[in-house]
Structures are given as structure tokens and as C-alpha cells.
């Protein structure tokens, strides 16, 4: 499995960003996608991610502000932030997992900073 993300920036308080992760090659063995964040100086932890039957779950921090959505069709995960807030500043990174296996992509950096 491999994961492109894409879709980071920079951003005001308050604005929205989607970011995007496409998943290829053997798709089909996914049983979780998600988003994990990173800021300086602190662990990586997790923001979204969204099941195989189409459940999801969110970190505290970013409920009623972020949806993580599917296109099954195109094999791409989206985050979609809105309100967004200068702690929300963080290298993204799109996850996926097969089994016991892990896939990350490579980070995108999201600056949330007036």
C-alpha cells in the first residue's frame, strides 16, 4: 500500500483546508484509514480515521471541527477542517493499516497563524 497526501498550507484562524490522502496498490486489504498529527517537540497522535464499514472516530480536540470522509471509488480519504485553530498547526500524516501492518505517507504541513 502506498499513500500520497496532499492538500496542507497555510491558513488563518477561523479558515478551512481539506486535506487528501490516495491510497494505491493493494487497497482492497485496508481496514482503517486515518490522519495522525505531529507538532514540534510532541508525540505523533491521532486526529481521525475512518473504517472499513465506514465508521469513524476523532480526537476530543478536533470534534464538530474536522470530518473524515471516503471516496471508495478513487481510493482517497479526506479531511475536511474547518474552524480551525493555531494548535491545529502540525505535519499531517495520512495512515493506513492492513492487518498488523502499518502505512504512512509522507506528511504534509498544516500553519494555522494570522
Known amino acids: 500500500v502506498q499513500l500520497q497526501a496532499s492538500g496542507g498550507g497555510l491558513v488563518q484562524p477561523g479558515e478551512s483546508l481539506r486535506l487528501a490522502c490516495a491510497a494505491s496498490?493493494?487497497?482492497?486489504?485496508?481496514?482503517?484509514t486515518g490522519w495522525y498529527r505531529q507538532a514540534p517537540g510532541k508525540e505523533r497522535d491521532l486526529v481521525a480515521r475512518?473504517?472499513?464499514?465506514?465508521?469513524?472516530n476523532y480526537a476530543d480536540s478536533v470534534k464538530g471541527r474536522f470530518t473524515i470522509s471516503r471516496d471508495n471509488s478513487k481510493n482517497i480519504v479526506y479531511l475536511q477542517m474547518s474552524s480551525l485553530k493555531p494548535e491545529d498547526t502540525a505535519v499531517y500524516y495520512c495512515?493506513?493499516?492492513?492487518?498488523?501492518?502499518?502505512?504512512w505517507g509522507q506528511g504534509t504541513q498544516v500553519t494555522v497563524s494570522s
Open positions: 495512515h493506513a493499516r492492513t492487518g498488523t501492518t502499518n502505512y
Open positions: 496498490g493493494s487497497t482492497f486489504s485496508i481496514a482503517v
Open positions: 475512518i473504517n472499513r464499514d465506514g465508521s469513524t
